[in-house]
């Protein structure tokens, strides 16, 4: 008889956390601002597939996900669900509430811990909606950057594993690109290595473009090493380019301490050369993950030693921690390409985590071939690439049955997909007992063709934008809520003379207008008109101020987020009086963040207040939301001090000076 001995069971972990916040309830309309996007000078040269990849459907908007901008920099003790999976060997602590995190993965026989393991969860403004937090190993699927679900509750649910013990299903409706998708963990009895088993699906009748990445936090004390001897280089200046490794520019790129600055080194792994990527310590340790072949590429990311990556390191932890660099496993080459996944069909892969032990003079040698060949060697001792791909293959048919005990519950927006297209997803079950308020509405048209008008006054839901969402919503009766969301639909399909003939359509009627003026103003701002941009704005606060019925959570957010807007559009077309009639109506607790004490520091510069912006950097804040590679904090103290030094408190740049 055979003894299982891995277990998946509940529990709960106490950390140091800052609330999430409430959403941004203004629908992103604009660019993303990301700061993975290409200068297309770099385009010259490139491999055909790469070049191809990297034109492919990037994202152009984060609808109809919203954005994360309402967490502080306030930690208190807090209590988060988690889900522990354990053998003989590993325990794995996997966080369901926050995109199913592995937050920590422990070597039990020597007790050390095999990542990263932040001791707080201080969100960060990193996600492509914002919120994000360091550490653990993360799944980024959806597009380009941190996936929109860093944050988000996933589902979770026990199944059998492959060799009959229990296995975690993690699974969600990933929205950007609406796909379903699945994470499977698993330790097999008497195994060093944690098994993942991830599949993307599309149910769809066309193409759908995919990104996926994992991202594996380690001590950035570590050596990093995988099979290539070139790299795809890519820094702040958004330029692509191609690198020796390990040594570039007279520097060995494989520590990520002897960089100065943020980087990215996404690895040229040959044809045919296994797939894998470690980080080692000075004494030959560290993890080590390997997978199947189509999860080919691999990375690293650094912060580097200069003082911007410094801060950022403060920034996402507690002082005193040290500092990490990712590792990390992609489809693609780089993280700038999407993958295209045919009609209904899915891609499936293995990948295996676990601890690694080398010569440490070998890793850390200068013969940088006799240095990845000890860990290649090693790992084919103790996991073969004929044993993952075996994995792979035991654990295909187990991805299609239905999970048994959940374990926690994601939202019901997979619900709603497959109720409008009565799809069958086995494996995958998207139940209606999930769907929610945020739902309702759109259950409403599906079923009756209308989009109900609100009941009380408050800020709109969020909106869909598919294809299929759009054509309904066309269909529509035309009152202002459904041409509220038309409008924002249109825009997000690049249709955006029609979804301003919507939002115009919609103001006729509206009983509440600031949300289609505001939709209006960055219509304006797009099309170059800034006067009139800054005349809707103006006009959209105005009647905010009158229709919010109180100070809770739900007003006190959307005041925040349209006086942030309307305020930068406002001092963007000189008109710092209005501006300052925008500030004086915004909550106090507010005006007293950090991201409106900067606000407030560009208002006083605009207003002739030299040294009062300066006495706001004086007094000391924390933009908490504030944008990797943002370097607005840098320019207001530059105007504001007249060119002195930049404080190291505000120093988080993440590029050499112009």
Known sequence: MVVVTTTVRRAELILPAAPLGPENPLPPLRPLGEVHTLDERSLDGLPRDMARQLGYEPLHSVLPARILDGYGRERTPTTLDTIVIENERLRATVLPGYGGRVHSLVQKETGRELLYRNPVLQPADFALNGAWFSGGIEWNIGATGHSTLACAPLHAARVPAPDGGEMLRLWEWERLR????????????????????????????????????????????????????????????????????????????????????????????????????????????????????????????????????????????????????EIQAGLARTQLEHVRLDAESEFSWLEAYGPMEADPGAVHGADWAAARGQVEGRLAAVLSAEAVDRAHEAWRPCADVEPGERLAAGSGWGALEVLRADWKLPGTP?????????????????????????????????????????????????????????????????????????????????????????????????????????????????????????????????????????????????????????????????????????????????????????????????????????????????????????????????????
């Open 178 to 325: 609406d796909l379903p998708f699945q994470v499977d963990l698993w330790l097999p009895q008497d195994s060093d290595f944690l098994y993942v088993g991830v599949r993307i699906r599309n149910p769809h009748e066309r193409p759908a473009p995919v990104y996926w990445w994992s991202n594996i936090a380690v001590p950035e004390g570590s050596r990093v090493l995988t099979p290539a001897d070139e790299a795809w280089h890519f820094g702040y200046a958004r330029r692509l380019s191609r690198v020796p490794v390990p040594e570039h520019e007279g520097t060995d790129r494989t520590y990520p301490l002897k960089s100065t600055h943020a980087a990215d080194y996404f690895y040229d792994l040959p044809d045919g050369a296994r797939r894998w990527i470690a980080a080692l310590d000075d004494e030959g340790r560290g993890l080590v993950q390997t997978s199947t072949g189509l999860l080919r590429g691999r990375k690293l990311f650094m912060w580097g030693a200069g003082p911007g990556g410094r801060r950022w390191q403060e920034w996402l932890t507690e002082p005193g921690t040290g500092g990490y660099a």
């Open 430 to 658: 998207f139940e209606e007992s999930t769907l929610g308020p945020e739902q309702a509405p759109w259950l409403e048209l599906l079923n009756s063709g209308a989009v109900p008008e609100p009941r009380r006054v408050a800020p709109p839901g969020p909106t869909l934008v598919a294809p299929h969402w759009r054509d309904m919503l066309e269909t529509a009766p035309a009152q202002p809520l459904a041409e509220y969301h038309l409008g924002v639909a249109q825009w997000h399909a690049g249709d955006r003379a029609q979804a301003v003939r919507s939002w115009e359509r919609g103001l006729e009627l509206a009983p509440s207008v600031w949300p289609l003026l505001r939709c209006l103003a960055v219509a304006d701002l797009t099309s170059g008109h800034r006067e009139r941009a800054a005349d809707r704005y103006r006009d959209a606060f105005d009647d905010l101020c009158q229709e919010r019925r109180d100070d809770g959570v739900t007003w006190t957010a959307a005041t925040a987020a349209l006086g942030r807007e309307a305020i930068e559009a406002l001092l963007s077309a000189g008109r710092a009086s209005d501006a300052r009639g925008v500030w004086e109506r915004l909550h106090a607790t507010t005006r007293a963040t950090g991201r409106f004490r900067l606000i407030e520091a560009r208002l006083l510069l605009a207003e002739g207040e030299t040294a009062a912006a300066r006495a706001v950097f004086d007094d000391g804040f924390e933009v908490a939301d504030l944008r990797e590679a943002d370097e607005a904090v840098g320019q207001v103290w530059a105007a504001a001090s007249g060119g002195e030094r930049l404080p190291s408190r505000y120093d988080f740049r993440m590029r050499p000076s112009s």
